[in-house]
């Protein structure tokens, strides 16, 4: 780390993908700030866990932002709805599945870019992906440009031509891929958090889509999945 090293913002929730990301981002020289954002969401575990995250990959700063999108709903994530189980492939395609989060990136986005603006960096990584996604629209490469378009129009640095390049380096990433990248990057797989629905423990439920499509990516990559299931 050098005074003159680059800054990256790194949306972190302490999912499988948003740790590879910021493992990506030290990887491209960047040094890290992360931003998590608590939301209110019923797996709140993965904000513990994006902490340990975070401190394992020795991020420059990390700061927890809460925002009750509770008081909004409109999701299995933030109201009392049922979250989808057991449900195959074909059953999770061509639909927007009720675990979408109404808005959910753009909120979250925002926030890490005003972080940006107060660290001075110059790229914002999220760990949005196309191809293995659960249907989201705010996972979409048109989205990620339109927003880097409002970070350019709506800020101070990007008004004063210092704008914010939005990076989502696993957009075209398989789930398989994408645990193959994290692996050759040592990124700590253990210490996160992808269930939708967790005991109380914190265990993985095993059954959600999150936790059907991280564990098909590591059967598929031939990497052990370090964290435990309720359903194995």
């Known amino acids: 780390m050098t005074p003159l090293q680059p800054k990256a913002v790194v949306l972190l929730s302490g999912g499988l993908d948003s740790t590879v990301t910021a493992a990506i981002a030290q990887q491209d020289g ?12 019923r797996h709140y575990v993965e904000v513990e866990r994006a902490r340990a995250v975070a ?21 299995a994530l933030t109201a009392d709805v049922a979250v989808p189980k057991d449900r195959t492939p074909e059953a999770r395609a061509g639909e927007i599945p ?25 790229a914002l990584y999220f760990g949005a992906n196309v191809l293995d ?5 705010d996972c979409r490469p048109d989205f990620i440009r339109a927003f880097e378009t409002v970070a350019r129009l709506g800020t101070k640095m990007g008004v004063e031509g210092h704008g914010v390049e939005v990076r989502a380096p696993l957009l075209m990433l398989s789930k398989a891929d994408i645990v193959r990248r994290g692996q050759d990057l040592h990124a700590p797989f253990e210490l996160t958090h992808s269930c939708y629905d967790p005991g ?13 499509i991280r564990r098909e990516g590591f059967r598929l990559a031939g990497v052990v999945d370090p964290v435990p299931y309720a359903i194995l």
């Open 55 to 75: 401190a394992a990959l020795g991020a420059a700063g990390h700061v927890v932002v809460t925002v009750d999108l509770r008081a909004i709903g409109g999701s």
């Open 200 to 212: 109380v423990e914190g265990v993985a439920c095993g059954r959600c889509d999150s936790c059907r």
């Open 30 to 41: 960047y040094r890290i700030h992360c931003v998590t954002v608590s939301y209110g969401q």
């Open 133 to 137: 996604y659960s249907g989201y629209p």
């Open 98 to 122: 009720v675990t979408y989060v109404p808005a959910r990136n753009t909120i979250f986005l925002s926030l890490a870019l005003a972080c940006a603006e107060t660290v001075n960096a110059s």
